[in-house]
């Protein structure tokens, strides 16, 4: 069995420093994934060393210099999409994997295919600050909000998520920080 911790949107420096609970819930996993808008590659640091887990993440669209933001650095751990197979299982993490009605085109299979050349057993994204656990044609999604700008707001306590994989089977869930 594995456990994945699951962030994204931490949004340093602006949000400030990542709330001390986040990082004690994450110590639990074997794996953090962290699914982008971190601004600094040191986040990736901070949870490696505070968690005592490698971590992975994906750029997002506040790490790419837009918004009058620097460019976060390059790092052999942030990519633009990140694919794994664990427990026998594909996952696929990107920061924007949200799923408009339109246009017609962006659709799970067309973003599957673009991002990770095919489908993928549990797809892990960022972006909206929203929480969500759902599964969709058989995909498990995934979105573990934000720990420090939730659903958009004032910095408060926000979420986090966790992935349990065990054999070919995904479980997951968000927790609500303190």
Not at 145 to 159: A, K, L
Request: net charge negative; hydrophobic share 35%.
């Amino acid at each position: 069995m594995m456990r994945i911790g699951l962030i994204s949107d931490t949004h340093y420096p602006e949000a400030g420093p990542l709330w001390d609970d986040a990082y004690e819930r994450l110590r639990a996993s074997d794996l953090v994934l962290h699914a982008g808008d971190l601004h600094v590659v040191e986040v990736l640091d901070w949870l490696e060393e505070r968690c005592g887990v490698p971590v992975l993440g994906v750029r997002g669209n506040g790490d790419d210099g837009g918004g009058g933001r620097p460019l976060c650095a390059a790092d052999p751990r942030l990519k633009r999409a990140q694919l794994l197979d664990a427990e026998g299982l594909r996952i696929g993490m990107v920061h924007d994997g949200t799923l408009p009605e339109w246009p017609p085109h962006r659709t799970l299979e067309t973003i599957m295919q673009h991002e990770f050349g095919g489908p993928v057993d549990v797809f892990v994204h960022g972006h909206t600050h929203v929480p969500v656990v759902e599964e969709l044609r058989g995909v498990l999604l995934v979105n573990p909000g934000s720990p420090t700008y939730p659903r958009n707001m004032d910095r408060s306590p926000g979420t986090i998520g966790f992935l349990e994989l065990d054999r070919g089977r995904a479980r997951a869930w968000i927790e609500q920080l303190e």
